[in-house]
């Protein structure tokens, strides 16, 4: 609602335009209202998850890779802001967060004692759903391609390193996000089976005193 309106919003997200609008300008692009208070607010939510991650749960399996993903989601948003990059990162912030929201709701539900089928199982299609369309469509075509694609046929100057920089840690996410996307496919093919323990992606975890056990969350975001 802040920026669908604007006219570097890409018209594949609902906007207007088209999302090669968000280098025009730059260095010194205009102001946008609510930019600079939106930033901040996504650089302190980003920037708390990877303090928590650090401090709290070094020692689960996959502890890495959730590392190297806050690590990278910190930085972009923290050096696109001082790169007047805003615009760009406003988009990257879009389109991850429709997926968190069903993230984090899989998380929430895996806790209840009572659970519906129909609204696990619905939670999980959104979850597929949104996660193709924004993180493994939008954000490579519409961010990725379309920097590669301006790189290519603009002159940059000055600022050629750093957005060869900015590409190569945004192409960095989409390789997660095909990584996980792999995890989320073999969970909803378990799912389907009928089986209750279908979290693959912590099969890592430690193995109980007693006997190897399969961990029985029900979401990636477990780790």
């Known amino acids: 609602m802040l920026f669908k309106d604007q006219d570097f919003f890409p018209k594949q997200l609902g906007g207007t335009a088209d999302p090669v609008m968000m280098y025009e300008g730059l260095p010194h692009p205009r102001h946008y209202p609510y930019a600079i208070g939106f930033y901040m607010i996504q650089f302190g939510r980003h920037l708390h998850t990877l303090i928590d991650y650090t401090v709290y749960k070094w020692n689960t399996p996959k502890f890495w890779e959730m590392f190297l993903h806050h690590c990278l ?7 696109s802001y001082l790169m007047n990059g ?3 990162g406003i988009i990257v912030l879009f389109v991850h967060d429709p997926t968190d929201v069903f993230l984090c709701f899989g998380r929430l539900y895996a806790d209840f004692k009572s659970q519906s089928k129909v609204l696990k199982y619905g ?5 597929v759903i949104t996660w193709v369309f924004f993180r493994l469509y939008a954000f490579p075509k519409c961010i990725v391609g379309t920097s590669i694609t301006y790189f290519l046929e603009h002159e940059m100057g000055i600022l050629a390193s750093p ?9 960095a996410l ?3 996000h095909f990584y996980w996307f792999v995890f989320i496919l073999r969970i909803m093919l378990t ?4 089986k209750s323990n279908y979290n693959l992606y912590d099969k890592s975890a430690k193995k109980n005193e ?4 399969t961990p ?7 780790s």
């Open 73 to 79: 989601a910190v930085f972009l948003i923290f050096f």
């Open 86 to 88: 805003l615009r760009g």
């Open 174 to 176: 989409v390789v997660l």
């Open 191 to 194: 799912m389907l089976r009928g």
């Open 163 to 171: 957005i060869v920089f900015q590409i190569f840690m945004a192409a």
């Open 216 to 222: 029985t969350t029900t979401e990636i975001t477990r």
């Open 210 to 213: 007693d006997e190897a056990v």
């Open 123 to 127: 939670n999980f299609a959104m979850l």
